[in-house]
């Protein structure tokens, strides 16, 4: 398979899991979206945790083991640069279950994904959530604990 990444998102994804990268690869052919950031060094991820815009020096960025990725809505010329990035989260949701999708569609593959949709979710303010919000939250955390337990089933083989 050709690489349906571009240039600049590969440069992103140096030192990240090849298997995660396959995964990231393979969901880009369904949804539009650009690589963020994949690998961090501990110095970068202080800097973050310092400035709010994460909550843990424990990210498995660090270790390669995570990316950041947005949507991109192409304004028709097919070049990430020229369309527009979008942080919505009904696109974000799009993104996740691409995400989620490319697993068990990338052959020889095993990983297991958490959202960071899911962990927003888990660090709200759960009384300032309307009803709506708190059933999607806990829709979302049941389907992640289903997952972990498959993973568990097929360590414990």
């Known amino acids: 398979m050709r690489s349906p990444l571009t240039i600049r998102d590969h440069q992103r994804l140096a030192g990240v899991h090849p298997d995660l990268v396959r995964v990231v690869e393979r969901a880009r052919l369904a949804v539009p979206f650009i ?8 110095e970068r991820q202080a800097k973050l945790v310092q400035a709010g815009a994460s909550r843990t020096m424990n990210s498995r960025h660090i270790t390669g ?15 990430p640069g020229s369309g527009e990035v979008r ?28 959202t960071g949709e899911v962990l927003d979710i888990e660090s709200a303010n759960i009384e300032s959530m309307s009803h709506d919000v708190k059933q999607e939250a806990l829709k979302q955390m049941q389907e992640m604990m289903a997952n972990m337990a498959a993973i568990m089933a097929k360590l414990s083989k």
């Open 35 to 42: 690589v963020v950031e994949g690998l961090r060094s501990k």
């Open 65 to 79: 083991h995570a990316v950041d990725l947005a949507y991109w809505l192409d304004d028709g010329d097919g070049v």
């Open 87 to 114: 942080w919505d989260w009904p696109l974000a949701r799009k993104l996740a279950a691409a995400m989620k999708a490319a697993v068990p569609a990338t052959p020889g593959l095993f990983v297991p994904l958490q």
